[in-house]
């Protein structure tokens, strides 16, 4: 990672101070090139690496050449590869990619292989903050000496159910600690992944072995992003892409184009980081950045703090490009400072510029099903109303306009309420995405203070939670005296992580439940999360909207989300008196005069000093020492699993495939492989029981990912999956050969005993949503051998590659419906001996129709993987061989 002994470009290298000739750094100044200096900054972060990697084998001369001339390649597919820094996980992608390790030692192993070969060259940071969940919430309230007491447990709760349900995990992760060298595990209740890299894991620059260079990184979770907003680039791929790179495989990727985004003006003072974010994303999104870089430049940028490009950044899968780079400027040196860590004029040749000017940014929402719908707060009642009658879809509930007034009253702890459409039932103060931003944070707690003072509460059936990033936020919230205003709301800290934003929502209350389901509403979740797509959230929450944490509060205190805020109260209080949300919003000003007091250097060093042993159950948990891990049979949660069960054999062309399931556009990983909740009638529920687990022992699919006899039985388990054989949501299919109707896995199981090869039908955007790597392993272990779509969202592209499954794409102006497919036809792809990179191949029907599709292998590295049955399998037999 630190230059090579065979290293063309050795004559580059000099120290950063003559005094001391022991720190070097590859100084491409020196290249004498006059291409260097009107590269992009993000481009020129690939082409250090190169330079630093040249080894004439995987990295070579012709690829430091390829990016010097970006300006002509940035549009010619020209495929170059990437070793970065470092690698980042979180629990759920790093348990999987931790018994992938522990199967490949056994797999190198049995084929006469030094098992401890298998082992990350590339440092890796695995951050457990996926596991925890909303069980518990809400202060009790005691009365004492005439006061008000707030005693708080949840946090507690939740965090010893969490460790009590994932032991076995943990205890898993422990042994890979101990097992595998340049791994780090940080320790449940430290944080989300995203906002501890940021705070704490990021270099900038990074040394090794005496040489300096730009930090870096992949991560197996999309939002990997979000540390693009400090000037390190990263992104997120694949989770089986990511081992690769941790066994010291460098990322092969076509050479990107890079759109910059030119910000200016001054945002109002009511506007928040959040607002600003969902603009840029749906602007974006308009644009059209899939696979590009977008390099933030411009005078708007130095108006935004580190936590503000961070959100932005954050958000960078929702707007489709690969990164979201704000270069490394004073704001950054500052940040660094800060958190105890020790643009210039547009000459770029950029294949596109557009603007955005902050001046015109309005306080706004995105949902109710994608966090591209942005909606102004002006606009949600209308927008609300408008999608409740019209069809189904991302906009569309399509509810009989005679039911939109219906109401349904309930009884909660002894007190009478009613729901009705638009109802809020969910609100969360969750994710990366916005409680690494102190602006929004304190901003929701001055919020809470006025709306206290005011008289103001929270129903107290809406399950309100507050899961901050990282132990920072809670001492500045404490700090700044507002945290007790929040509890108050209901806003207390329920633990450190993902939580609400990834489906760890926890139950709702019971009459809740049956209030929805009686009168079939369409109840609302409100949280300043990145993904709202169907059936995340919750199950019982139809719509689901992003919003800042502020709003969060407001839309909570209204208790709906069928209100305007200019002409309506929020909230009237015990007196009578109408309160307006104008009334209690903090404006810039103020919020920027708290942070400038309470969020200091101290706070930082503090927390972060003792991360890494600060959690006493991670400390006493005991785990094995073999360098070999030892699997219990009994184990459901850890198993090995089959992918290196006999390696497999080159490809063949795929005959007379059977259709499982045939979809539309936006097909997330959501829908593909669920992490939340097992449903008690799914398949993944039956196998839990036949092994002796209580549905209260169930967990989630995302806990389960160590254990592909779960995992399997979960693929295209959500409830909210829409598969045009059945034309309604459920997940299941139609068994074509003989009618029936089953879940998918049974009718996979009934494909997999007649050797019948399977195929997946699907419209634009397939995979899209957060990386997840059972959205590929799933379908692989169901039998699919290739997937056909109008589009694909680029990280899974990836990972059906590193799985060995065929992703092929309609031809322009093709389509399901053009061609005429039902879906119910028998396929033939003919895969020809000789492959290459986006290649044409063709595609026979039993009816007689043959028509062709591009196979979306896109560089000869993938075809590499594809002929060795996958980039594991690749992986075992070139560690085998050596």
């Not at 809400?138 to 946090?155: A, E, M, N, P, V």
């Not at 060298?181 to 906002?195: E, L």
């Not at 103001?456 to 132990?471: A, D, E, M, R």
Request: proline share 6%; glycine share 8%; with cysteine.
């Amino acid at each position: 990672m630190s230059g090579t002994a065979n290293n063309p470009f050795q004559h580059i290298v000099e120290p950063l101070d003559p005094k001391n000739p022991d720190h070097q750094f590859y100084n491409l100044s020196k290249l004498g090139d006059p291409r260097y200096d009107r590269l992009p900054f993000s481009i020129r972060v690939l082409l250090e690496s190169a330079v630093r990697n040249c080894d004439e084998f995987l990295v070579k001369s012709s690829d430091v050449e390829s990016i010097l001339n970006w300006k002509q390649t940035q549009t010619q597919t020209v495929e170059v590869p990437f070793r970065p820094a470092r690698v980042i996980l979180q629990d759920f992608t790093g348990v999987p990619a931790v018994v992938d390790f522990a199967a490949m030692r056994d797999a190198v192993m049995k084929l006469g292989g030094d098992p401890e070969k298998i082992n990350p060259v590339c440092p890796a940071d695995l951050v457990i903050d996926h596991s925890i969940q909303v069980d518990f919430n809400r202060k009790r309230i005691s009365q004492h000496t005439g006061s008000l007491l707030f005693r708080s447990d949840s946090l507690q709760k939740n965090q010893d159910l969490e460790f009590d349900r994932n032991r076995e995990r943990f205890q898993f992760l422990k042994w890979g600690s101990k097992a595998f060298r340049n791994m780090r595990i940080i320790p449940p209740g430290s944080g989300i992944v995203h906002q501890v890299n940021l705070e704490y894991l990021a270099r900038v620059v990074f040394k090794h072995d005496g040489f300096f260079y730009p930090d870096s990184l992949v991560g197996t979770d999309s939002h990997t992003t979000m540390i693009d907003g400090l000037g390190v680039l990263g992104w997120g791929v694949g989770g089986i892409e990511a081992e690769a790179v941790m066994l010291g495989q460098p990322i092969s990727m076509v050479l990107p184009e890079v759109v910059g985004y030119k910000l200016y003006g001054t945002p109002d003072k009511l506007i928040t980081s959040t607002d600003i974010v969902l603009t840029v994303t749906k602007h974006l999104r308009q644009v059209g950045v899939v696979g590009k870089f977008v390099e933030f430049f411009g005078p708007g940028v130095a108006q935004l703090s580190i936590a503000d490009r961070a959100t932005i950044a954050n958000m960078c899968p929702e707007y489709g490009a690969t990164a979201a780079f704000f270069p490394v400027d004073e704001v950054s040196i500052q940040y660094l400072e800060q958190t105890g860590d020790t643009a210039s004029s547009l000459s770029l040749l950029l294949c596109q510029v557009v603007e955005l000017d902050l001046s015109n940014v309005v306080p706004c929402c995105s949902g109710p099903k994608r966090p591209q719908d942005r909606i102004p707060v002006s606009e949600m009642k209308k927008d609300f109303e408008t999608c409740l009658g019209a069809k189904v879809g991302f906009k569309g509930f399509q509810v009989a306009p005679e039911r939109h007034s219906t109401v349904v009253p309930f009884e909660f702890n002894g007190n009478n309420y009613q729901l009705s459409h638009g109802s809020v039932v969910i609100a969360a103060i969750t994710s990366c995405t916005n409680t690494s931003n102190p602006s929004v944070m304190l901003g929701a707690g001055l919020l809470a203070k006025k709306a206290i003072e005011c008289g103001l509460n929270v129903k107290p059936y809406i399950k309100t939670s507050l899961s901050p990033g990282s132990g920072v936020v809670t001492y500045y919230l404490k700090e700044s005296g507002v945290m007790d205003y929040l509890s108050q709301l209901g806003f207390e800290v329920v633990g450190y992580g993902c939580m609400t934003c990834i489906g760890n929502s926890g139950p709702l209350p019971e009459p809740v439940v049956e209030a929805i389901t009686q009168g079939d509403l369409v109840a609302a979740g409100i949280l300043s999360g990145n993904r709202n797509f169907e059936g995340r959230v919750h199950p019982n929450t139809r719509a689901n909207y992003l919003a800042s944490p502020p709003l969060v509060i407001a839309y909570a205190i209204a208790g709906t989300v069928r209100i305007d805020f200019e002409t309506e109260p929020i909230a009237i209080n015990s007196e009578g008196k109408e309160i307006f949300l104008r009334d209690i919003w903090p404006t810039r000003e103020e919020i920027q005069a708290v942070e400038r007091t309470f969020v200091i250097p101290s706070m930082f060093k503090e927390v972060y000093e003792k991360i890494e042993k600060v959690n006493e159950r991670w400390n006493s948990l005991v785990a094995p020492s073999d360098k070999l891990y030892t699997w219990d049979t009994n184990s459901t949660y850890i198993k090995s699993p089959p992918f290196f069960e006999g390696l497999l054999l080159p490809p063949k062309s795929i005959i007379n495939a059977y259709v499982l399931l045939n979809f539309g556009d936006s097909v997330t990983t959501d829908h593909i492989s669920p992490a939340g909740n097992i449903a008690r009638n799914s398949p993944a529920a039956r196998y839990l029981t036949s092994r002796g687990l209580t549905p209260r022992d169930f967990n989630s699919y995302g806990s389960r990912r160590g254990n592909d006899a779960v995992m399997a039985r979960g693929t295209f388990a959500n409830i909210r999956l829409f598969n045009k054989f059945l034309n309604k949501q459920a997940p299941q299919t139609v068994h074509l050969p003989t009618g029936e109707t089953l879940d998918v896995f049974d009718a996979a199981e009934r494909y997999r005993q007649s050797g019948l090869p399977l195929l997946v039908l699907a419209g634009k955007e397939y995979g899209s949503g957060s990386s997840r790597d059972w959205a590929a392993k799933g379908p692989f272990l169901l039998g699919i051998k290739a997937v056909l779509a109008e589009s694909y969202e680029r990280i899974h592209r990836s990972n059906l590659v590193g799985m060995g499954v065929i992703p092929l794409e309609y031809l322009p102006g093709d389509t399901a419906d053009s061609l005429g497919l039902s879906g119910r036809e028998r396929y033939t792809i003919v895969i020809p001996e000789k492959l290459t990179p986006r290649m044409k191949v063709d595609i026979k029907l039993d009816t007689g129709k043959t028509f062709q599709v591009l196979m979306r292998f896109d560089t000869d590295v993938e075809l590499a993987y594809f002929h060795h049955g996958g980039i594991l399998n690749y992986m075992i037999r070139k560690m085998s061989e050596n």
